[in-house]
């Protein structure tokens, strides 16, 4: 299993650590983007109204400060995720970022014609488009994984699919729609098995579940800084270090250069290489008081408690006349659901006068709704500062919606 078994513990209540939620407010969209901690929000303020410089250039104390103040935030996101080095940890604008980063500079210098790419029904836009576009390039083919009946990416059919043809597998660790957490670790065989890379797409993973890339042995992993309670703008790549040393930059400019001249110009090695410009300093720092923040709590704790949202919830659902659920019952922290002859738009929206902040529509997963056979659906998803009473909020506002189109 991916999973250890959750720890029981007293009930999380954090509600209070996050500023941006008024009292009353059942704010159900943190599959979205996560509310902000005013750890977090303290961080970025200090960083731009008390320590700020850029990095990397400076020779006065102040830049000097701030260089140490981004690599140490490298060096918490290494120890994070489990990274062998802070150098495998690339800071990028957030996953969608990651995935194109090594859809151009290693499937575009990688593949070609005739190999084959593996993904599934249910990944988000951005595992998906970005490889669409690496495998037009070079003539590359993509086949889909089916899900199981109850919405898990179908690792026995990936079994079978998979050949010596497929150079590149890309499957998302929880899937944002779903709730469905994969087992990295059987992916990660069955896809070295035929002698493919593997990536995973942890931007629900990494808020909910303890994650450390050097057990699972992807060669890969993405997430996004704002959907872990840190800022939006940030994210990281993280590679294996000899496929990141392998691969060519992303962006040409500053900070990425070993020697620049108009004869020659050769590049920095990672993780500097894929970092042109001036990055996202503050961001960084914020990632960095999110992670703290994250790690205070513990994610063992997170996911149990998110775990037990979920049942409430899924409970709870199932009793009002009409709803549909989708997805697994052990989903991490994410309910999706329908109710029949009713637009989701309207289930939001009539949950939004109750004070129910939902999300409607196809969730960035398209092919997920039409494997489905809905055009879009319903979702709540869980963060720490979620509790019961939400919950609650959330299904008397389904009563309502229930009693209006009854
Ligand atoms: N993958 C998954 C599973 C996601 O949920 C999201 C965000 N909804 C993304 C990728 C893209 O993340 P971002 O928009 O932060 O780049």
Same mark, same amino acid.
């Given at each position: 299993?991916?999973?250890?078994?959750?720890?029981?513990?007293?009930?999380?209540?954090? #509600?209070?650590?996050?500023?941006?939620?008024?009292?009353?407010?059942?704010?159900?969209?943190?599959?979205?983007?996560?509310?902000?901690?005013?750890?977090?929000?303290?961080?970025?303020?200090?960083?731009?109204?008390?320590?700020?410089?850029?990095?990397?250039?400076?020779?006065?104390?102040?830049?000097?400060?701030?260089?140490?103040?981004?690599?140490?935030? $490298?060096?918490?996101?290494?120890?994070?995720?489990?990274?062998?080095?802070?150098?495998?940890?690339?800071?990028? $604008?957030?996953?969608?970022?990651?995935?194109?980063?090594?859809?151009?500079?290693?499937?575009?210098?990688?593949?070609?014609?005739?190999?084959?790419?593996?993904?599934?029904?249910?990944?988000?836009?951005?595992?998906?488009?970005?490889?669409?576009?690496?495998?037009?390039?070079?003539?590359?083919?993509?086949?889909?994984?089916?899900?199981?009946?109850?919405?898990?990416?179908?690792?026995?059919?990936?079994?079978?699919?998979?050949?010596?043809?497929?150079?590149? @597998?890309?499957?998302?660790?929880?899937?944002?729609? *779903?709730?469905?957490?994969?087992?990295?670790?059987?992916?990660?065989?069955?896809?070295?098995? @035929?002698?493919?890379?593997?990536?995973?797409?942890?931007?629900?993973? #990494?808020?909910?579940?303890?994650?450390?890339?050097?057990?699972?042995?992807?060669?890969?992993?993405?997430?996004?800084?704002?959907? *872990?309670?840190?800022?939006?703008?940030?994210?990281?790549?993280?590679?294996?270090?000899?496929?990141?040393?392998?691969?060519?930059?992303?962006?040409?400019?500053?900070?990425?250069?070993?020697?620049?001249?108009?004869?020659?110009?050769?590049?920095?090695?990672?993780?500097?290489?894929?970092?042109?410009?001036?990055?996202?300093?503050?961001?960084?720092?914020?990632?960095?008081?999110?992670?703290?923040? @994250?790690?205070?709590?513990?994610?063992?704790?997170?996911?149990?408690?998110?775990?037990?949202?979920?049942?409430?919830?899924?409970?709870?659902?199932?009793?009002?006349?009409?709803?549909?659920?989708?997805?697994?019952?052990?989903?991490?922290?994410?309910?999706?659901?329908?109710?029949?002859?009713?637009?989701?738009?309207?289930?939001?929206?009539?949950?939004?006068?109750?004070? @129910?902040?939902?999300?409607?529509?196809?969730?960035?997963?398209?092919?997920?709704?039409?494997?489905?056979?809905?055009?879009?659906?319903?979702?709540?998803?869980?963060?720490?500062?979620?509790?019961?009473?939400?919950?609650?909020? *959330?299904?008397?506002?389904?009563?309502?919606?229930? $009693?209006?189109?009854?």
């Amino acid at each position: 299993s991916v999973l250890t078994a959750p720890a029981a513990s007293a009930p999380l209540d954090t #509600v209070a650590d996050f500023p941006a939620i008024p009292d009353g407010w059942a704010y159900l969209d943190t599959a979205a983007t996560a509310q902000k901690p005013q750890a977090v929000v303290d961080a970025i303020t200090a960083a731009y109204g008390e320590t700020y410089a850029t990095v990397h250039r400076g020779v006065y104390q102040r830049s000097a400060d701030m260089t140490l103040a981004y690599e140490a935030a $490298r060096r918490r996101v290494a120890g994070f995720i489990g990274a062998g080095s802070p150098d495998e940890c690339v800071f990028v $604008r957030g996953a969608t970022e990651g995935i194109n980063l090594v859809a151009q500079c290693w499937a575009g210098t990688q593949l070609k014609a005739g190999d084959r790419i593996l993904l599934s029904m249910l990944e988000h836009h951005s595992n998906i488009v970005p490889w669409q576009m690496a495998a037009e390039r070079v003539g590359a083919a993509i086949d889909v994984v089916p899900l199981t009946t109850d919405g898990r990416i179908d690792l026995d059919a990936a079994a079978a699919m998979l050949t010596p043809a497929h150079k590149l @597998v890309a499957f998302a660790h929880v899937s944002n729609v *779903l709730g469905s957490v994969l087992d990295v670790e059987r992916a990660v065989a069955l896809a070295h098995g @035929v002698g493919a890379k593997i990536l995973i797409d942890g931007c629900q993973a #990494v808020p909910r579940v303890p994650v450390d890339v050097t057990a699972l042995g992807c060669d890969f992993y993405v997430f996004s800084g704002h959907k *872990l309670y840190g800022p939006t703008g940030i994210g990281v790549l993280w590679g294996k270090p000899d496929l990141l040393d392998a691969m060519p930059p992303w962006q040409g400019g500053g900070s990425m250069i070993d020697k620049v001249s108009f004869q020659r110009t050769t590049y920095a090695a990672p993780p500097g290489r894929f970092e042109a410009g001036t990055p996202h300093i503050v961001g960084a720092l914020g990632l960095h008081a999110a992670i703290d923040y @994250v790690e205070s709590i513990g994610l063992e704790r997170i996911h149990a408690h998110e775990t037990a949202l979920v049942a409430q919830a899924r409970d709870a659902l199932a009793t009002i006349p009409g709803v549909r659920l989708f997805g697994p019952a052990d989903s991490a922290g994410i309910v999706s659901f329908a109710m029949e002859e009713v637009h989701p738009h309207d289930i939001g929206t009539i949950l939004d006068e109750a004070r @129910v902040a939902i999300r409607a529509g196809h969730h960035c997963a398209q092919p997920l709704m039409e494997a489905l056979g809905v055009a879009a659906t319903a979702r709540a998803s869980f963060g720490v500062y979620n509790g019961p009473r939400d919950v609650e909020a *959330l299904i008397a506002g389904m009563a309502r919606v229930a $009693r209006i189109f009854g």
